[in-house]
């Protein structure tokens, strides 16, 4: 007899999935950011940081995030993740925008 999946399995099912291609946007981002100048490096910056903000905050489990201990790079934190040992920069202030919104919320911080 087949077992009907609840939306819940297909959401787990699909995470993987949608992690590694969230991960592969933000680092094209990156990458096309570190190329080019003016709004297009801002606007590719700005697609990192949100898919990374996306990740922070509906996947979790998939990575960490650490302050950078650089003096240089104070006002950024590494989000670290976690299966393909990668990391990334993000503004500290986009995080503490995110953690701002979930106390709204009464949801944990991140």
Do not use: C, W
Request: hydrophobic share 35%; glycine share 2%; proline share 3%.
């Amino acid at each position: 007899m087949k077992t009907r999946k609840t939306f819940s399995d297909i959401l787990e099912e699909v995470r993987p999935r949608n992690f590694k291609s969230l991960l592969q946007k933000a680092y094209k981002a990156n990458s096309l950011a570190k190329t080019t100048k003016g709004r297009s490096r801002k606007n590719a910056y700005s697609v990192k940081n949100q898919t990374l903000l996306f990740i922070v905050d509906k996947m979790p489990r998939y990575v960490k995030v650490k302050k950078d201990n650089r003096e240089e790079m104070d006002d950024f934190l590494v989000v670290e993740f976690v299966e393909t040992r990668g990391a990334l920069h993000i503004p500290k202030e986009t995080i503490e925008k995110l953690d701002k919104r979930r106390k709204r919320m009464g949801l944990k911080d991140s």
